[in-house]
C-alpha cells in the first residue's frame, strides 16, 4: 500500500533559481492534469493545467511538461521567488471526463532569498 | 476575483457529536465537492455534487456523511457521528462544469474531534 506520514518531498532553492518539481501520476487513462500550490493554512490555488493531448504548456513563469510514457508530470517556475515557497501538489482526473480530481502527495519547495 | 467561501475558519467537536461545515461555492458554479486534508497528508476526494444530487463518492464517504445544497447558494457536509480519526481540513471546492475544467478551493475549515 501506499505510506503516509508527516514528511513531504522538499526542494530548496535559492532566490532567482529555476525550480523544477516532479511527479508521477497513477493512471494511464487519466486526461487531464494540474498543479496546484497550497500555503500553510490555505486551500489549494490553482497554478496550471494540462490535456492529455498536449506535452507542454507555459504560463506565467511556469511550464508544465507531461510524458505520457512514463506517466510523469513536472513543473517548472522560472526565476523563483519567496513567494513560491509553498507545498506544489499535481493532481489527475483518474475518471477521465470528470473533474473529480486524485491529489499526489504534494513537495514542498522552501525559496531562501 | 470571485472565490469559494467557508465557514467557519475552526471547528472543534466532541466525538459523537453532528458537525455541519458550510461552503458557498462560486455563484456560477454547477459543480460542488467536498476534499479533506488530514496533516501532512495529500489532498482527498469525499464526493462531487450536481443538480442536487451526488455524482461521485469516495470510499471515505460512508453513512455518517452526507451533503446538501438547502438553498441557491450554500452547500453542506454534515458528518453525523463524529469520530477522532474525522479530524482534518476540509476543503469546498466547485467548477463551472465536469469537462476537464479546473477546481476553485475555498481556504478550508479546520475540524478537531476531541
Known amino acids: 500500500g501506499e505510506s503516509v506520514g508527516l514528511h513531504l518531498p522538499t526542494l530548496s532553492v535559492q532566490e532567482g533559481d529555476n525550480s523544477i518539481i516532479n511527479c508521477a501520476y497513477s493512471?494511464?487513462?487519466?486526461?487531464?492534469f494540474i498543479w496546484y500550490k497550497q500555503e500553510s493554512g490555505k486551500g489549494p490555488q490553482f497554478i496550471i493545467d494540462i490535456r492529455s493531448n498536449m506535452d507542454k504548456r507555459q504560463g506565467q513563469r511556469v511550464t508544465v511538461l507531461l510524458n505520457k510514457t512514463v506517466k510523469h508530470l513536472s513543473l517548472q517556475i522560472a526565476a523563483t521567488q519567496p513567494g513560491d515557497s509553498a507545498v506544489y501538489f499535481c493532481a489527475e482526473n483518474m475518471n477521465p471526463g470528470y473533474s473529480t480530481l486524485t491529489f499526489g502527495k504534494g513537495t514542498m519547495l522552501l525559496v531562501s532569498p | 476575483e470571485p472565490e469559494v467561501t467557508q465557514t467557519p475558519s475552526h471547528q472543534v467537536t466532541q466525538m459523537g457529536q453532528e458537525v455541519i461545515l458550510r461552503c458557498v461555492p462560486i455563484s456560477n458554479h454547477l459543480y460542488f465537492y467536498w476534499y479533506r486534508q488530514i496533516l501532512g497528508q495529500k489532498v482527498e476526494f469525499l464526493v462531487s455534487?450536481?443538480?442536487?444530487?451526488?455524482?461521485?463518492k469516495s470510499e471515505i464517504f460512508d453513512d455518517q456523511f452526507s451533503v446538501e445544497r438547502p438553498d441557491g447558494s450554500n452547500f453542506t457536509l454534515k458528518i453525523r457521528s463524529t469520530k477522532l480519526e474525522d479530524s482534518a481540513m476540509y476543503f469546498c471546492?466547485?467548477?463551472?462544469?465536469?469537462?476537464?475544467?479546473?477546481?476553485?478551493f475555498g481556504s478550508g475549515t479546520q475540524l478537531s474531534v476531541l
Open positions: 493512471n494511464s487513462a487519466s486526461d487531464y
Open positions: 471546492a466547485s467548477s463551472v462544469s465536469t469537462e476537464n475544467e479546473k477546481l476553485f
Open positions: 455534487f450536481y443538480n442536487n444530487e451526488i455524482s461521485e
